[in-house]
């Protein structure tokens, strides 16, 4: 496995972030609610790996039910580049939007292994009866 540095941005290009990630590791689809309705596809960063490079201003900070998560859009775009995961069975981390990496081709998105998660349910270890649609 090779963890390299990858840099990321919304479409506008006003938020932009650095990351550390193994793209062969298995990123994530998740049916929840908000997942499902942005098509979001995560990479997890862990927080030594993670460098918000420009934007914080230009940030939207979205939570809800029991706030353990947080959501954060450009408020230009609307376009999610990461997530913050604060209670997660490895602790703290960042969900990154494999969508936003830049320098990565077709092709290598295309071998991304993928993990489908029911988070509709809350049950993290276990993927969703349907899940072509994610």
């Known amino acids: 496995m090779t963890r390299k540095t990858y840099e990321a941005s919304c479409h506008c290009g006003r938020v932009r972030i650095a990351v550390d990630i193994e793209l062969e590791q298995p ?60 209670e997660t069975p490895i602790g703290k981390m960042y969900g990154v939007n494999v969508g936003c990496l830049e320098g990565v081709s077709e092709e290598e998105l295309s071998e991304i292994p993928i993990t489908y998660v029911d988070g509709m349910h809350d049950r993290w270890d276990a993927a969703p009866e349907f899940h072509a649609h994610l």
């Not at 030594?48 to 353990?68: D, I, N, S």
Request: net charge positive; aromatic share 14%; proline share 2%.
């Open 27 to 86: 990123t994530f689809r998740c049916n929840c609610s908000i997942c499902r309705r942005t098509r979001m596809w995560v990479a997890v960063a862990m927080s030594e790996g993670f460098r918000l490079l420009a934007g914080e201003e230009e940030l939207t900070r979205y939570v809800f039910g029991p706030e353990k998560n947080e959501h954060f859009f450009c408020r230009h775009c609307g376009v999610r580049v990461f997530g913050v995961g604060n």
